[in-house]
């Protein structure tokens, strides 16, 4: 059974903090991704990965960045936390061969102050 | 760009109706298509998926139609139940779910 787990399933901070997000999985996939989830918008992919130190944009990389330095871990960074970043945020890991779906973790909502 | 549009919104059905959600994609390359159920403060699960060599999926009391010409797929939920309530989202992807594109989700009401 995959399980994709995240450090925080709640989180506050102040405007301009550094804040982390982590995400782990322990299935050996290859791919992971970050999701923000907003009302109304669906799921939109903020950065993904496909191995390790590996990354790429999506649709709404402004004001994140990604960290990957090992296979299972994959971090979303805020660099100065603002107030429009207040979100549910959403890690998922898929599995190159075999076509499986992406699995996703429990979700973090983060408040921004 | 690549974009999934997925509607309606909001759905409210009686206990016992059939229910349908409709998405359509813009990208022709896409291949595969899960549909993912978020039930209130939980994570998105995998309800079924359809690739596009098949054009209808069937999975008990659900079932996913696909029309690569129209590019538009549907979510077909039969005899609804309250615990059906959730919200759906649609993808789209064109590597076997690599990368999703995901649609802004269906809220669907369950009323006993």
């Known amino acids: 059974d995959v399980k994709v787990t995240q450090s925080s399933r709640y989180l506050v901070k102040r405007t301009g903090e550094k804040v982390f997000l982590e995400c782990v999985q322990d299935?050996?996939?290859?791919?992971m991704f970050w999701y923000r989830q907003d009302p109304g918008l669906g799921l939109r992919l903020i950065y993904f990965s496909y191995d390790v130190k590996m990354k790429e944009k999506g649709d709404i990389p402004e004001g994140y960045s990604v960290s990957r330095e090992k296979k299972e871990r994959f971090s979303l960074i805020l660099e100065s936390a603002s107030t429009n970043q207040t979100s549910m945020y959403l890690c998922a890991s898929h599995r190159v061969m075999g076509g499986e779906t992406q699995y996703f973790g429990p979700g973090t909502r983060l408040l921004v102050l | 760009g690549e974009n999934v549009e997925q509607h309606p919104s909001t759905l409210s059905v009686q206990e016992g109706d059939s229910a349908v959600i409709k998405c359509t994609y813009s990208d022709s390359a896409s291949n595969y298509f899960p549909w993912y159920k978020q039930e209130l403060g939980k994570r998105p699960q995998l309800i079924i998926d359809i690739r596009s060599n098949v054009g209808e999926k069937k999975d008990q009391r659900i079932a996913v139609t696909l029309n690569k010409t129209a590019k538009h797929f549907s979510l077909h939920i039969t005899e609804t139940q309250p615990e059906d309530s959730a919200v759906y989202f649609c993808a789209a992807s064109r590597n076997q779910g690599g990368k999703l594109i995901f649609g802004q989700g269906t809220e669907l009401s369950v009323k006993p």
């Open positions: 299935m050996d996939h290859e791919n």
